[in-house]
């Protein structure tokens, strides 16, 4: 186990030093994500809207923020993220309104995610008292996406669009 721990740590590490000319840049994304986890013996799915910013400089990091809908549940979080274009992990707040109990409560939740549009989490969330431990698949769509220092910004009512900006941080 402690040689896997030490191999993905030498990936993620070495990925940071190696991306850090190719992709240093800062992005804004906003749009809709659909979770599906499979703990706590059921499937459950969530849909959200998750505003992020990622800054690619050296060593990348992004804040988020979001509103997550789950049945009876409504949470607003926000995350500290790093990790590579493909893989990362973030730990943040979260606030959870109950709608059938009628009453917030606070937390803590953190994932670690392989991902670009499509992607594998594992999430843990404590919220009051209780500890809730999820791996999960989930989407995002990126409706708004902003590269302040893409070329193709200045024509993008001509020639670019949100598919070639992603496409240019995978590239």
């Known amino acids: 186990m402690k ?11 070495s990925s940071l030093i190696s991306n850090q000319q190719i992709h240093a840049q800062d992005v804004w994304t906003v749009g809709p994500m659909l979770h599906i986890n499979f703990g706590d013996q059921k499937v459950k799915a969530s849909f959200s809207v998750e505003a992020a910013y990622w800054n690619f400089y050296f060593i990348p990091y992004s ?14 979080y926000s995350e ?5 274009v493909v893989l990362g992990g973030s730990i943040g707040p979260v606030l959870e309104f109950n ?5 917030f409560i606070g937390g803590i ?4 995610w392989a991902n670009y549009v499509l992607g594998i989490n594992l999430r843990y969330r404590k919220i009051g008292g209780k500890e809730y431990l999820a791996p999960g698949i989930y989407g995002k769509l990126p409706v708004f996406f ?11 009512e001509n020639n670019s669009s949100a598919i070639d900006d992603i496409l240019d941080i995978i590239f």
């Open 80 to 84: 500290f993220q790093t990790g590579i």
């Open 3 to 13: 040689k896997k721990i030490i191999a993905v740590l030498f990936f993620f590490v």
């Open 63 to 76: 804040v988020d923020f979001g509103l997550e809908f789950e049945k009876q549940k409504i949470r607003i």
């Open 99 to 103: 709608t059938k109990e009628q009453n």
């Open 146 to 156: 902003f590269d302040k220092n893409d070329p193709d910004w200045e024509n993008r």
């Open 109 to 112: 939740q953190a994932s670690v």
